[in-house]
C-alpha cells in the first residue's frame, strides 16, 4: 500500500555511535533525517565503558563518556537533527513509520535501526529490586566503590573474568560463578585471574536468587552437577552473561539470527526494502566502536541511493 507523504527521508533509531555516525552522513549527503533516542543522553554504549580507549583510529580518550561528547561536538556542529527522550515502541517495516512511547508517529522512506543491546539478566529474585544496592553496573566504574567488599561476579567470558582482575585490586574477596564446567575467556585474561590470591571460581554452578535487607547481603546458588544449594556472603554483585539486541519494537517483522541479532548484507540492508540496521544490532561478531562508527556510514549511502533511485520507496 503505497503512503501519501513521509516526515522524513530517514528515520534513525538509536543515538549510539552508529546512530551518530548515520545522522552525519545524511546530514552531508543532503537526506532530511531525523534520530530518535530513547535516552536523555547520547552516546548508548559508549557510556559504560570506564577504561582508556586507544583502539579507535585516530583518536584515543579518556573513557567512552570522553569520545562520546567529541563525537555530540561533532554532531551538534553539523546541527544534525535529533530528538532525545524519544522512545521507539515500535517500527512498522511495511508503512516505514515508527510511533513512540508518548504515541507520537512519524513516517519515512527508509529507517535506519541502531538500537544495539542489552546486557543480559539472570532472572533471579532479587536482580532488579538490588539494583543500586550492591548490583553493580559496572565493574570497572565501581573499583573503589567495594574496596574491603565481598563481591561475586556471574558470568564465564572476557567481560566477568577481566572484572574479577579489576575488582580483585581493591575488593577483600572476589567469587566468579559460571554455569559451565569451563571458561570461554580468552586464556592471558583466565591466567591473570588465577593468579588473583582472592579470586575464587565456582563452577558448573548457577545463581538462585540474591539476597539482602536494605542491600545485597549474599546470593543463593545451586550446583548443576552435584545439586547441592549454597549461600554464599555478597556485598556487590557484578551479572556479566552476555549481551542480547534491542528488537523488541519489530515484532519478528525481519529476519534475524539464532541470538536475535538482525541479520544485513555489507550496506546494512536488511530483510525489508528501505530498512536498514547498524552497530550492534547487527553486529555480533565485532561489535566495535569503530565498526558501529563504519556500518552507520554504510547505511546511510545505501539508504541514500535507494531513495535517490527509488523515487517511490
Known sequence: MKRLSVDFDVMIVGGGPAGLSAALWCRDLGINAMLFERSEGLGGQLLSIYDRIENHLGFSAADGRELRDRFIDHVTNRRVPIGTRSAVASIDVEQKTITLDDGGTYSARAIIIATGVRRRELGVPGEKEFVGKGILHSGAGSRRDVSGQKVVIVGGGDA????????????????VIHRRGEFRARPELIAAAKRGVNIEFVLDTEVTAINGNEAVTSVDVINKVSRD????????????????????MLNDQLVLDNEGYIRVDATGKSSAQGIFAVGDVANPVSPTISTAVGSGASAAKAANALITTSPNV
Not at 229 to 248: C, K
Request: charged letters at 20%.
Open 229 to 248: 544449594s549454597l549461600t554464599i556472603a555478597a556485598d556487590a554483585v557484578l551479572v556479566r552473561i552476555g549481551v542480547q539486541p534491542n528488537t523488541e
Open 160 to 175: 566477568a573474568i577481566e572484572n574479577s582482575v579489576i575488582l580483585s585490586e581493591f575488593a577483600e574477596k572476589v567469587t
